[in-house]
């Protein structure tokens, strides 16, 4: 059974998109969402397998709400928009699937179909990795993973203390300290640094590199965090841990990295 979320800030087009999915045996609403921040709520709530996604919406819009939950618990991702030209040409090159407002019944079918595909492991971590790549080209931020390591990294001889983050023209500056953990899907990572996300391309393994090894944790092969944000661990009976940082996020410590739990706990 496919668990899909609507997200859509319009009463009616969310109703209407529910009662459509109704005529799909394989697919169950597990929820609706009025705006960006309900969706960021939901997707932690019900772990979708889908999400019907608006991009204009007051306040947080969808791009956003792909930038905060880019990386390993992305779900299947279809637009619903009503957008312009730009985008939809957008979508398109990166073979993301959309639905144009008001949705045509076949082309909900297709989608759906589309969808279906896509559940397959391989194939969802490459449609992750569209979607980070899309938000990179409408929103025109990315950093460079190379560049950004040359020019914190210095001689190579000391760990950064900054990373620098070219953001369209203009390159700002992160301090080290200030990132709460990184994810990973595909050819790109997303850093999650007070309260702001920024998408990247480059490896985990090279990011790692320059990162100092008393703080950052490898805890998946996806995933890298602070452990001084790590403030409890919950075990699990098949061997992984769950582990809670500040606010509502919840990571999980893969068997793999189960010797990461001792640094971890000295922190917690």
Request: glycine share 6%.
């Amino acid at each position: 059974m496919i668990r899909a979320l609507i997200v859509d800030d319009e009463e009616l087009a969310r109703r209407g998109l529910e009662i459509r999915l109704e005529n799909f045996d394989d697919v169950e609403t597990c929820g609706q969402s009025r705006n960006g921040r309900e969706a960021l709520v939901h997707v932690r709530e019900h772990s979708p397998d889908l999400l019907f996604l608006d991009i204009q919406m007051p306040g947080m819009d969808g791009f956003e709400v792909l930038r905060r939950l880019a990386g390993r618990h992305m779900p299947i991702v279809i637009f619903v928009t009503a957008y312009d030209e730009f985008a939809l040409k957008a979508f398109d090159a990166n073979a993301l699937d959309y639905l144009l407002k008001p949705i045509n019944d076949e082309r909900l079918a297709e989608a759906i179909d589309r969808a279906r595909r896509a559940l397959d492991e391989k194939t969802a971590d490459e449609q992750r990795d569209k979607l980070l790549k899309l938000v990179c080209e409408l929103t025109g931020r990315e950093l460079t993973l190379d560049s950004a390591l040359d020019e914190a990294a210095g001689d190579g001889r000391t760990f950064p203390q900054r990373l620098a983050i070219r953001d369209g023209a203009e390159t700002a500056c992160v301090d080290v300290d200030q990132i709460d953990w990184i994810d990973a899907a595909g050819d790109y990572m997303c850093v999650h640094a007070d309260g702001n996300i920024y998408v990247l391309r480059g490896t985990m393994k090279h990011l790692e590199e320059v990162l100092n090894p008393e703080t950052f944790v490898r805890v998946h092969r996806s995933a890298i965090v602070n452990r001084h944000r790590v403030t409890s661990m919950r075990a699990h009976r098949n061997g992984e841990y769950f582990l809670q940082l500040g606010g509502d996020t919840e990571l999980k410590l893969s068997r793999k990295y189960k010797k990461s739990i001792q640094r971890l706990a000295n922190r917690v």
